[in-house]
């Protein structure tokens, strides 16, 4: 098995076309007569949810009612074609769920030979913002805070799934360093990626301590270059990310000086609104393969370590560490868990200068989340 990895964090990322079941990485996957059956079944359903979606009726609404009547009698409703042929979307090694669809093949599965699905790994949830927000990928993976981030500051996204909630970010220090709490810090050097969790979760640290950024001096370095920055002394702590942490713990004999659980929001699956108006059959065979890959995640963690290991470019065990620390039984559908979390950070976008009003991140966040997907997700 060949995989994409990303050992530097200093690029966007990768990217690897694949056409119909063909994946840009080699798997044992192969289509069945009785699953491209099941795929040309769903090609129907999905094909009149779009058509209900275009005469007025919510994207990933379930179309059940009267398909038919719906379609007008367009012969296009009943012959299989998806309302695009290109998909492109992103993978990320925080998200090992889109590692699993895109090893597995699950959406190339289900679209057939019609749609070209081209990948492109995201070094950060701030390098997926920029990937949506140019429209290089119709879907993306961020974390939480950074969804919310961009869409106060006008990106064009919606969050239609919750791929995880993961302890995916904590404040690092070497080894042998005497700084023994987040009071500690003050005066310090920290390095930390803007527009991602760990960011904010720093943000969040330091004002717990009552302390604030302009108490410590931040290096705006991608998360492979904070873990570098970390280890030759040019910082005195990093706000870290999974897998990147877990590997320096492991690798280099770094310590977390600050967990905290709930400072992490939640992994986000974000689509922008073009895609979601424009292909919304689409958007559920996304949808439904993640949640097809949380399942395959459930039943099968040793080879979910293995995948991640393999484009990680980690060991096995440091995998299995952040599986460890993320949580993939949660509520796919986004609604108030996020909410709660998203608040808590709003006021901190803003004080922070990131948002530039309280009233951008409110309106961002009253039309941030896109249920409709989640909610008919089929993981079969």
Known sequence: MTHDTDTTGSTTGTTGTTTGRSSSTATTTRTSPARRSRASFAALALGAA???ALTGCVAGEDAQGEPAEAAGGDASASSGEWSTDTLNIDFATYNPLSLIVKDQGFIEDALGDDVTVTWTQSAGSNKANELLRAGAVDVGSTAGSAALLARSNGSPIHTIDIYSQPEWSALVVPGDSDIADVDDLKGKTIAATKGT???FFLLQALDEAGLSA?????????HADGRAALENGSVDAWSGLDPIMAASEAESGTKLLYRN???NTYGFLNATESFLTESPDVAQVVVDSYEKARAWAEENPDETATILSGVAGIDPAVA???????????DPVPGAAQADVLKTVGPILVESGDVA???????????????????????S
């Open 357 to 379: 009003s309280q009233d951008a991140v409110d309106d961002a966040l009253d039309t941030l989340f896109d249920d409709t997907f989640a909610k008919d997700a089929d993981a």
């Open 214 to 222: 302009s108490d410590v001096t931040i290096e705006n370095l991608q």
């Open 50 to 52: 779009a058509a209900l």
């Open 261 to 263: 659980v709930d400072f």
């Open 320 to 330: 299995t560490t952040v599986l460890d620390r993320t949580h993939f039984d949660v």
């Open 197 to 199: 969790d760990p960011y």
